[in-house]
């Protein structure tokens, strides 16, 4: 009877460890042991301006992109598109819209696209253009350095910066690493539990 317990809690752990490593997983282009007080930003998306960040998607599984952007006018009225394009392909992969009143200063802005099962290893475009703006300010999408990632290129109304969007992306996948830690934690476990009980039978 004793051994069946340990097979359930065997597979009980097994099964938990498969169902946690395989969700969404954040990866930041950027530095992120670059202290937040130190970021910049684009600049005020005004009538007309338009940023585009490049980068490349380090596992399969891309569905969304998260930003941090902050509003500059409390009753801002503006209206924003974004696309986001494979470069070698030159196929707009995802697109939609979002207006500055959707851009809450307390948290990220979530770019939502459809997964993209095969996008380990490549390089992708994400563009922001402002499309309307009837208020006095708008908003901005802040960066940092980009030196830990030449491959970000920046661009902010058709000139390069030297700076990368403040940008994770997220992906589905199974973590193998988080799978293989959380297997040990468990094993660990189960082996500290069994010596105790037989250490004060």
């Not at 980068?55 to 924003?80: I, P």
């Not at 939609?96 to 996008?119: C, H, I």
Request: some cysteine; charged content about 25%; aromatic content about 10%.
């Amino acid at each position: 009877m004793k051994k069946w317990k340990y097979v359930i809690v065997a597979i009980v752990g097994i099964l938990f460890a498969v169902i946690y490593s395989f969700r969404t997983w954040p990866a930041e282009i950027y530095d992120n042991n670059i202290d937040s007080t130190l970021y910049t930003n684009v600049g005020e998306l005004t009538e007309g301006s338009k940023v585009s960040q490049q980068f490349t998607c380090t596992q399969n599984g891309l569905n969304n992109l998260e930003l941090t952007m902050s509003n500059l006018g409390q009753e801002c009225e503006a209206e924003y598109a974004w696309t986001l394009t494979e470069t070698e392909s030159e196929k707009v992969v995802a697109k939609g819209e979002f207006t500055a009143g959707e851009v809450d200063n307390s948290k990220n802005m979530v770019l939502k696209l459809s997964e993209l099962e095969e996008s380990k290893g490549k390089q992708y475009v994400l563009t922001i253009e402002t499309e309307s703006i009837k208020s006095e300010h708008g908003v901005t999408v802040m960066t940092t350095d980009r030196s830990l990632n030449e491959d970000g290129k920046l661009s902010i109304n058709g000139k390069e910066s030297l700076q990368v969007l403040v940008m994770k992306e997220q992906m589905k996948y199974f973590n193998t690493e988080t799978f293989i830690v959380l297997l040990g934690l468990i094993a660990y476990l189960v082996f500290l539990i069994t010596f105790l009980n037989r250490l004060f039978k």
